[in-house]
């Protein structure tokens, strides 16, 4: 059975870069009809998609968030990656990847969740 | 930017039906999702595509999308479906997520 595993720094420092790593397993990553995507969440509060990409390397990113973050994607190593630059407290979060699962027009939504990983910006 | 919007809260006794609303502009041109997310742990999809269950998921959970008002309901509500409900619209690649209800059953 498919599973996601997020791994990084739980601890970043202001103005620095946040990597972060999903590694995908039970799975082929290069598969036709899914995107692998980040969604982060704020110390309680909701939901939000950061992007998706796809095994080809084409990627989709939020238009409402600044163009901090960069994905991308290692087949050969069944992984793909999310940076943010220059953080801020403000990028706090739990940060999940996913699978997205679209069937030409069909959409399927997040079917497949990582456990989450806890990223704190502080000094 | 595309947004949708959610009741902060829902609540519901033991045996009822639960109805959570999601709205947006044409949300029914666009494809709504619901997750379902419990303390401490990842959401999991309740409903895709409007209104199709994935697998696993109990019959009590439907989904309707229409004009500009995407409904989740969960009828015969147990206390066991207390959590955090999102929306998601999707269209052209592009997902936005709604700020999520907590459903509260008492």
């Known amino acids: 059975q498919l599973q996601l595993q997020e791994s990084g720094p739980g601890l970043v420092k202001p103005s620095e870069t946040l990597s972060l790593t999903c590694t995908v397993s039970?799975?082929?990553?290069?598969?036709?009809?899914?995107?692998w995507g980040w969604i982060r969440q704020p110390p309680g509060k909701g939901l939000e998609w950061i992007g998706s990409?796809?095994?080809?390397?084409?990627?989709f990113y939020n238009p409402s968030l600044k163009s901090r973050f960069t994905m991308s994607v290692d087949t050969s190593k069944n992984q793909f990656s999310l940076k943010l630059s220059s953080v801020t407290a403000a990028d706090t979060a739990v940060y999940y990847c996913?699978?997205?699962?679209?069937?030409?027009?069909?959409?399927?939504?997040?079917?497949?969740w990582g456990q989450g990983t806890t990223v704190t910006v502080s000094s | 930017s595309y947004e949708v919007t959610q009741p902060p809260s829902v609540s519901v006794s033991p045996g009822q039906t639960a109805s959570i609303t999601c709205s947006g502009d044409?949300?029914?041109?666009?494809?709504a999702c619901w997750y379902q997310q419990k303390p401490g742990r990842s959401p999991v999809v309740v409903i895709y595509q409007d209104n199709k269950r994935p697998s696993g998921i109990p019959e009590r959970f439907s989904g309707s999308n229409s004009g500009n008002t995407a409904t989740l309901t969960i009828s015969e509500t147990q206390a066991m479906d207390e959590a955090d409900y999102y929306c998601?619209?999707?269209?052209?690649?592009?997902?936005?997520f709604g700020a999520g209800t907590k459903l509260t059953v008492l």
């Open positions: 996913a699978r997205e699962v679209l069937e030409g027009v069909h959409y399927y939504g997040f079917d497949v």
């Open positions: 044409k949300l029914g041109d666009k494809y």
């Open positions: 998601q619209a999707w269209d052209s690649s592009t997902g936005v």
């Open positions: 990409i796809y095994y080809s390397g084409n990627t």
């Open positions: 039970g799975g082929s990553i290069s598969t036709i009809t899914y995107y």
